[in-house]
């Protein structure tokens, strides 16, 4: 095996265990871990793709099968991600000009700050 197939299995190593973390941080909810980890795997999988054409024709075949395995569970991890982080950001803006109606704040009338921590 080449150095570059085995950098490459290295990076799908990688790959695999950015999508475990970014499992068990949708599972316990973790905004700040979500985005920190999908912005691993989208990191890896661009990695992966650079990696895979530096390597010659027959070693690509060979690993095409893992790689397409694991890119589809990135993918649809990535997605479910992407949703969760798409609705927490809805939330938060209806939130925010909810507080902003109830309390008439405009900011020419001498309203407040809204600061909102987003863990809580």
């Not at 871990?33 to 795997?41: L, P």
């Amino acid at each position: 095996m080449s150095p570059e197939a085995h950098e490459f299995v290295r990076e799908l190593g990688c790959l695999k265990i950015h999508i475990q973390h970014l499992e068990q941080r949708l599972r316990r909810n973790e905004l700040t871990g979500i985005e920190g980890e999908s912005t691993e795997v989208e990191a890896t999988l661009v990695r992966l793709l650079r990696a895979q054409r530096a390597l010659p024709r027959n070693e690509q075949q060979q690993m095409r099968r893992r790689f397409v395995a694991v890119r589809q569970d990135a993918l649809r991890t990535l997605e479910i991600s992407r949703r969760i982080l798409d609705e927490s950001l809805k939330a938060t803006v209806e939130l925010l000009e909810t507080i902003e109606a109830t309390c008439n704040y405009d900011g020419r009338r001498g309203g407040h700050s809204i600061m909102i921590d987003r863990k809580a």
